[in-house]
Nanobody, 116 residues
Framework: QVQLVESGGGLVQAGGSLRLSCAAS????????MAWHRQAPGKQRELVAV???????VYADSVKGRFTISRDNAKKEVYLQMNSLKPEDTAVYYC??????????WGQGTQVTVSL
């Protein structure tokens, strides 16, 4: 059984920081590409950041320079360090894993709220 469990969300004022974590179980982790997506109320889910099995990273333009994605294969965890948070970053953040075969797995999400 594959499970992805997010944690670390919460309420923060604009300009503050949060670090999200995603713990994976029931899967061989080191070959996975990992990503964070987010969905704000009334908006489509959007890609935030990707880290490949080879540690290459890709960021959405809206978060580039502020967010950093990283992974720890020994712990089967992926992280999203979010700095200089803005109200428009308010969303439910979802952990996503992609296998070399093209299978995708999703966590249940963690709420991030950035106040004015």
């Amino acid at each position: 059984q594959v499970q992805l469990v997010e944690s670390g969300g919460g309420l923060v004022q604009a300009g503050g920081s949060l670090r999200l974590s995603c713990a994976a179980s029931g899967i061989i982790f080191n070959s996975l590409g990992m990503a964070w997506h987010r969905q704000a109320p009334g908006k489509q889910r959007e890609l935030v950041a990707v880290i490949t099995s080879g540690d290459r990273t890709v960021y959405a333009d809206s978060v580039k320079g502020r967010f950093t994605i990283s992974r720890d294969n020994a712990k089967k965890e992926v992280y999203l360090q979010m700095n200089s948070l803005k109200p428009e970053d308010t969303a439910v953040y979802y952990c996503n894993a992609g296998s070399p075969e093209g299978n995708a797995y999703w966590g249940q999400g963690t709420q991030v709220t950035v106040s004015l």
